[in-house]
């Protein structure tokens, strides 16, 4: 058994947090609703930043917006608005904030309607792209998938949802397997997959 470090996605370099992320969160499909309603609103947080910065306020945002519950986000008012701006544990953006709540609403009627699940992997036809991934030169920023998602998500009511953003959370959320090939979790990803088809 060789003792050499796994290959991993340069992108996460060598932050434990970081790490981890990559190696046990990112890429694996999410079909929990209220998970990928989770991730898709703090997609729209990082939108200017790095993932990071989001990753290490991700429990502080988690506190602040109530355990990302949206049937309470979706009655927050001007009081939780400015509760918000003032919580330093977070990104303190007005629009992004109010977004979240608009978009808390979105997903309550969407939940009701269809599933909010079903709504997101529709965009995939229900399972993982394998993208096959040699290089991060290969890495594209957005996809027709990503636009066409975009374009429902906004329809539906939901903010801070371009298709960068919406790629960012698919790659996130296990609907493309962007790993490289040369990622340690490219292959199981794929194979996990497989078996499920």
């Not at 796994?6 to 992108?11: E, G, I, L, Y």
């Not at 009701?112 to 290089?135: A, C, I, K, M, Y």
């Not at 090939?181 to 996990?192: D, G, I, M, V």
Request: aromatic letters at 10%.
């Amino acid at each position: 058994m060789s003792d050499d470090p796994p290959v991993r996605c340069p992108w996460c370099g060598t932050d434990p947090l970081y790490v981890a992320y990559h190696d046990d969160e990112w890429g694996v499909p999410e079909r929990d609703p209220r998970a990928l309603w989770e991730l898709l609103i703090l997609e729209g947080f990082q939108s200017g930043l790095s993932w990071i910065t989001i990753l290490r306020k991700r429990e502080n945002f988690r506190r602040a917006f109530d355990g990302f519950r949206p049937e309470i986000i979706a009655h927050y008012g001007t009081a939780d608005v400015d509760r918000l701006l003032a919580d330093a544990g977070i990104v303190r953006h007005r629009g992004k904030i109010e977004g979240a709540i608009a978009s808390a609403r979105a997903y309550l009627k969407i939940e009701t309607e269809q599933g909010f699940s079903n709504f997101v992997w529709q965009s995939v036809d229900g399972r993982p792209v394998q993208t096959g991934l040699r290089s991060m030169h290969d890495a594209v920023a957005e996809t027709a998938a990503s636009r066409s998602l975009s374009k429902a998500l906004k329809a539906a009511g939901f903010a801070f949802c371009g298709p960068t953003t919406t790629y960012a959370f698919m790659q996130a959320a296990g609907l493309v397997n962007d790993h490289l090939t040369s990622c340690h979790r490219h292959s199981a990803l794929t194979h996990r997959a497989i078996a499920r088809r």
